[in-house]
């Protein structure tokens, strides 16, 4: 049981110097001046908000990454080798080495040789940035690679494996046999940005996975609470460990599923009771999803996962489709100046859209999609502010939201993402983010330095 909590002197939907009490996992009261009683927290002044909800993420992903080898800031072929060269200096021979964020501008196109040239005594393997790639060395390849090895795993002309794997991640977890990463420091880290709502995004979820994520919320490691994706079947636990979300469906441009396939995915997710969460980064991805929910039918809770590319003539379609767009603001500070140097200038404009879909009528949610970018919410609220690249380039000004807009993407309910932003008010469940300065002032120039302390059902999970 979670005691009373009174927080003190906190500015509320921009009234300042209310003091609000938490009781029985809720906000029972909000007033100028409220007796005293039981514990309290002084908030000196700061503003009170909904705890923040990140719509895509991916749990164990992220938890895996703190023990990987980061390539941020590897600007080509040496810079790539000496990272690695560094990392398997501490390590024994024939140890596992996980590398991740790679991108072809660091050293090309990896193959196994390539990489057997770096780490000839360590089994490596680097994923791609995107998610959708690992790259084996000749150890690692030898020693995951069986008679049950999958269509994705690429070969040669010579039907030798080129150590190219494509999407390959739930098939090199049963052959590699690694413990699950701890998570306690994972919910640390997320409840000290003020999120208090996650929805894991990841297709692999199974029994498995779900009943590994609610032990670790039960057990107050992963304290937020969750909605999980699957690409399959997935019951929800009786004492809400975890709700169930959208069915997801992975698409990739150059293995696209068959159109038909495809409807009777959704039609499959319709029996379930569920709804439909398609990945779509590309123009071509998005042109076949509206494609198939136009044919099989799309409803109120559909997601376009990403949007990476939206045409404009597409915009009218989703709206008209209602489907939600949930993206990632952060990505525009974090690869825009890529995007700027690669991208076709007449296409930049499809980039990351904001302001425009939200003009048409077009729900949007914002999320991180880590580890693929930072799971730091503020830094997608700053990036939906000024679309500004890591560089200090410019990227599709024309999407840019407001500072108020920018948070309120974070704010709606996983339930429905896009939707109304939460506020605070008497009654709703105590998830609160308790910041360090007024509203006003922390949007001037967010940060998570501005997180003065995080709530969960009333009881503080940091500060």
């Known amino acids: 049981m979670i005691p009373p909590l009174v927080l003190r002197d906190v500015e509320v939907e921009g009234r300042a110097g209310l003091d609000v009490r938490l009781e029985h996992g809720r906000i029972a009261v909000i007033a100028a001046r409220l007796p005293p009683g039981g514990l309290e927290i002084d908030g000196q002044g700061g503003a009170l908000i909904p705890g923040l909800a990140d719509h895509h993420i991916h749990l164990f992903a992220l938890a895996a990454q703190r023990d990987s080898v980061t390539l941020g800031g590897v600007d080509g072929p040496d810079s790539f080798r000496l990272r690695i060269k560094s990392a398997t200096s501490t390590r024994p021979e024939g140890a ?17 040789e390539a990489l057997d040239a770096i780490a000839p005594r360590h089994r490596l393997r680097v994923q791609h940035q995107t998610g959708s790639l690992w790259v084996l060395n000749s150890l690692a390849l030898a020693a995951v690679t069986s008679d049950d090895a999958p269509p994705s795993l690429e070969r040669g002309p010579d039907g030798a494996p080129t150590g190219r794997i494509w999407r390959g991640d739930a098939w090199l977890r049963t052959r590699i046999g690694t413990e699950p990463p701890p998570l306690a420091p994972l ?33 107050g490691d992963l304290p937020q609470r969750l909605t999980l994706m699957s690409g399959g079947a997935l019951e929800a636990p009786a004492d809400g460990a975890f709700a169930v979300g959208p069915v997801k469906v992975l698409l990739d441009d150059h293995a696209l599923p068959e159109f038909d396939d495809f409807t009777l995915r959704i039609a499959q997710a319709r029996r379930w009771g569920r709804s439909v969460a398609v990945h779509c980064v590309t123009a071509g991805e998005l042109a076949l999803t509206l494609a198939a929910f136009e044919t099989a039918g799309a409803r109120p809770g559909d997601r376009i996962e990403h949007g990476g590319v939206i045409p404009a003539a597409a915009i009218a379609q989703v ?78 000004l024309s999407e840019r939201v407001s500072a108020a807009e920018a948070l309120a993407l ?54």
């Open 96 to 112: 596992w080495v996980r590398a991740t964020g790679y991108h072809e501008r660091m050293a090309g196109d990896l193959t196994r």
């Open 187 to 219: 919910g640390r880290q997320l409840a000290a940005y003020g999120i208090t709502r996650l929805t894991d995004a990841s297709v692999t979820t199974d029994e498995d996975a779900a009943a590994r994520l609610a032990n670790a919320h039960r057990a």
């Open 319 to 396: 709206r008209a489709l209602n489907l939600t767009v949930v993206t990632q603001p952060a990505f525009v500070r974090e690869r825009g100046d890529r995007y700027l140097a690669e991208v076709d200038p007449a296409e930049q404009p499809d980039l990351w859209r904001c302001a425009s879909l939200l003009a048409a009528g077009v729900p949007v949610a914002s999320s991180s999609d880590a580890p693929y970018a930072s799971p730091d919410p503020w830094r997608g609220v700053a990036a939906a502010i000024d679309r500004r690249t890591s560089g200090g380039q410019n990227l599709g």
């Open 410 to 463: 974070y704010l709606g309910d996983p339930t429905t993402p896009g939707g109304p932003a939460t506020h605070i008010e008497v009654g709703m469940p105590a998830d609160l983010c308790l910041l360090d300065a007024p509203l006003r002032d922390v949007l001037a120039a967010p940060g998570a330095e501005q997180v003065r302390a995080t709530f969960i059902a009333g009881g503080l999970v940091y500060g």
